[in-house]
């Protein structure tokens, strides 16, 4: 017999924008120390500057980004709750 299935837990929404700081900080970070490394960067391994630079401004776009994102998601709940909740 099988043992019942426990209840999802709830869902703990937070500010999204914490993780995306983060990482663009980091990205950031390795873009100045790779720089900062100069000539003494092997010429092979140069395409990781570019790497850094796109992913900090992914991280820039995405922190930017997330706010609207929400707002556009409250809205779009808010009127799917509201066309349900209207009498026929």
Do not use: N
């Not at 500010?15 to 720089?35: E, M, N, S």
């Not at 990781?48 to 930017?64: D, E, K, M, R």
């Amino acid at each position: 017999m099988r043992t019942p299935r426990r209840p999802d837990p709830e869902v703990h929404e937070s500010d999204y924008r914490v993780p995306a700081a983060i990482g663009t900080l980091a990205w950031a970070v390795a873009l100045v120390v790779l720089v900062a490394m100069g000539d003494s960067l092997p010429q092979a391994e140069r395409w990781w500057i570019g790497v850094c630079a796109t992913g900090a401004a992914l991280g820039v776009f995405g922190y930017l980004y997330i706010p609207r994102l929400l707002r556009k998601r409250d809205e779009s709940a808010e009127r799917g709750a509201s066309r349900f909740s209207e009498p026929s």
